[in-house]
C-alpha cells in the first residue's frame, strides 16, 4: 500500500491545548473535589459539545442557566472566559505542521469546534491559518466520530481517504478514520508523532 501524502489533523489537545480546568482552578480555588463535580454536572463534555455541533453560546448558556441557576456566573465563564481554557499551543506539534507545510504537503484539518469560538482561535494561532482546508464542526452541524464529517472533507477537498494521514488524541476519532479508509494516529505527544511521519517519509 502507497504510503499516505496529505496529513490532517485535529486540532484541541492536538495543535492548541484546551481544558476548562485552567479556568476552574482560578474560580473554585482550593476546592479541586468541587471543581471536578461542577465540570461532571453542570458545564459537562456533553453539554459543551453541543457548541461544537453548532448550538450558539448564548442560548447554550441561557438554557444551562435556567437549569441551575444558583451557577450562572460560572457558566457565563466558560464563555466569557472561554481564552482562559486556552492556555497556548501544544509542545512541538505547530512546529511539524509548519514543516509538512513548507514541504508541499498537503494540510488539512477537521475538528470538533464552536464556530464562534474557532474565530477567536484562528485570530490568536496564526498556524491555524496555513490549511489547505479545514472542516469546522460548529459550522457543519456534525462532530467527530461521525465518518460523515470524514467523508464530508474529503468530497469536498477532493481527496482520496487511503493518501490521508489523520492525527487525533481521541480514540474513538481515530476509529472512524480508519473505517472511512485513512491512516490514522492517535496521538499522544509530538516527538512520537514526528518518529511517525518520519518512518512515512512525510519529515
Request: glycine share 6%.
Amino acid at each position: 500500500m502507497a504510503a499516505p501524502t496529505t496529513v490532517v489533523f485535529d486540532i484541541g489537545q492536538v495543535l492548541i491545548e484546551w481544558d476548562p480546568r485552567h479556568l476552574y482552578r482560578e474560580l473554585f480555588e482550593g476546592y479541586e473535589d468541587l471543581m471536578e463535580h461542577f465540570l461532571e454536572t453542570v458545564c459537562t463534555p456533553a453539554w459543551n459539545l453541543e457548541q461544537d455541533r453548532g448550538r450558539p453560546w448564548d442560548e447554550a448558556v441561557a438554557t444551562l442557566t435556567a437549569a441551575y441557576p444558583d451557577c450562572a456566573e460560572l457558566i457565563r465563564a466558560y464563555h466569557e472566559r472561554w481564552e482562559d481554557m486556552v492556555p497556548g499551543p501544544m509542545p512541538g506539534t505547530p512546529e511539524i505542521l509548519l514543516e509538512l507545510k513548507g514541504r508541499g504537503t498537503p494540510v488539512y484539518s477537521i475538528t470538533n469546534f464552536s464556530a464562534e469560538k474557532f474565530v477567536l482561535a484562528r485570530q490568536r494561532f496564526d498556524f491555524l491559518n496555513v490549511f489547505d482546508g479545514i472542516v469546522v464542526s460548529g459550522e457543519e452541524r456534525l462532530v467527530k466520530p461521525d465518518p460523515a464529517i470524514f467523508r464530508l472533507l474529503l468530497d469536498r477537498y477532493g481527496l482520496v481517504a487511503e493518501d490521508c494521514f489523520f492525527i487525533d488524541d481521541s480514540a474513538a476519532n481515530v476509529e472512524a478514520a480508519r473505517m472511512v479508509g485513512m491512516v490514522a494516529h492517535h496521538f499522544s505527544s509530538a516527538d512520537r508523532l514526528r518518529g511517525e511521519l518520519e518512518g512515512l517519509g512525510l519529515l
